[in-house]
């Protein structure tokens, strides 16, 4: 199924290869004129679809709270405590409420453990390419696989890659990527910021765009500019 494709057979929320079922965003008992909408599913594993129930929390605006993982960016509102792989909400106005109530409906908590063994092991190979007087296939092999796109886990590495909470990640990364290039192509499909971040994130990786495809507009240039 494409939507779930989409997601490299993960969960949408808590990340993990688990068994996966149709999430309706909009639950089906208070909105059933959405069940069948294919914008109103989601890839959800089964401890995510049973904790979440059919909650449903509303701000003062009466917009949805939970966060959409295809329409909002994640880093935007939520972060992981470098040190426990623990989330956190973004402290800013706003955003705050709205991953407190998704860290909430979904227990993302439950897989703080495995969050922080995929930053720790990321660490790791990455030193291990720093370190190495020529990097071993073995370690290419390990750091291709530790950011192959259907790797669980990942959203606490793309934050590594993209906006480091841990000051020394910035560093490790760039040295790894200097010394690695490679490691800008097996992240490339995945690791993509949103288009206002470039300058606002200073990652310590550089985006790359994917290679367009054929029929698709290859650069902003080509689209009618606006005249504001
Ligand atoms: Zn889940």
Not at 49 to 77: F, H, I
Not at 96 to 106: G, K, L
Not at 129 to 152: G, M, N, W
Request: proline share 11%; with cysteine.
């Amino acid at each position: 199924m494409w939507l779930f494709s989409c997601f490299h057979g993960k969960c949408a929320y808590c990340e993990q290869i688990a068994p996966l079922t149709g999430e309706h965003v909009f639950p089906r008992s208070a909105y059933p004129a959405r069940m069948f909408r294919w914008n109103n599913l989601l890839p959800v594993c089964r401890n995510c679809n049973s904790a979440r129930g059919e909650a449903m929390p509303l701000g003062l605006d009466g917009a949805p709270l939970l966060l959409d993982p295809t329409r909002d960016e994640p880093l935007d509102y939520l972060s992981w405590y470098p040190l426990t792989g623990a989330t956190m909400g973004c402290p800013l106005p706003g955003r705050r409420e709205r991953a407190q109530a998704t860290r909430v409906a979904f227990a993302l908590r439950l897989y703080d453990g495995e969050r922080l063994h995929a930053a720790k092991d990321l660490r790791f190979l990455f030193a291990r390419v720093i370190q190495e007087s020529e990097v071993s296939e073995e370690t290419k092999e390990r750091l291709r696989a530790h950011l192959s796109p259907s790797r669980p886990w990942l959203g606490i590495v793309r934050e590594m890659l993209l906006k480091p909470a841990q000051d020394s990640d910035r560093p490790l990364a760039q040295a790894a990527i200097a010394k690695l290039p490679e490691i800008q192509d097996w992240v490339s499909s995945w690791l993509r910021p949103p288009e206002w971040a470039a300058q606002a994130w200073p990652a310590p990786i550089a985006a790359r765009a994917p290679a367009p495809s054929a029929g698709e507009p290859t650069a902003d240039k080509e689209r009618p500019t606006s005249s504001r």
